[in-house]
Nanobody, 118 residues
Framework: QVHVVESGGGLAQPGGSLRLSCAAS????????MSWARQVPGEGIEWVAG????????YFDDSVKGRFTISRDNNKNTVYLQMNNLKPEDTGLYYC???????????WGQGTQVSVSS
């Protein structure tokens, strides 16, 4: 059973940085691609970034490309999201997920809140 625990969120100023972490368990972490997604109140969950199982390939939504990086440590069963040059529109509840296709995904963790405001 997929179990993930996200952490690292907080309040940042525009232009600031945050690093999110996601500790995963319940499955063979190194065999799966992983993603980060976010939800803004009143809207659905949107995919933000993904990384291949071996960490060699990464993928980003256009809205974060060039500002966010995704990485993973398969020895620690953890995936990271480094967020730089944060913008107010990055505000949301950030989740990590198993895989790259999140349609019908239902193993969400509790998420970690990111708020970007001056």
């Amino acid at each position: 059973q997929v179990h993930v625990v996200e952490s690292g969120g907080g309040l940042a100023q525009p232009g600031g940085s945050l690093r999110l972490s996601c500790a995963a368990s319940g499955f063979t972490f190194s065999s799966y691609a992983m993603s980060w997604a976010r939800q803004v109140p009143g809207e659905g969950i949107e995919w933000v970034a993904g990384i291949s199982s071996d960490g060699r390939q990464s993928y980003f939504d256009d809205s974060v490309k060039g500002r966010f990086t995704i990485s993973r440590d398969n020895n620690k069963n953890t995936v990271y999201l480094q967020m730089n040059n944060l913008k107010p529109e990055d505000t949301g509840l950030y989740y990590c997920a198993q895989g790259l296709n999140l349609k019908d995904y239902n193993s969400w963790g509790q998420g970690t809140q990111v708020s970007v405001s001056s």
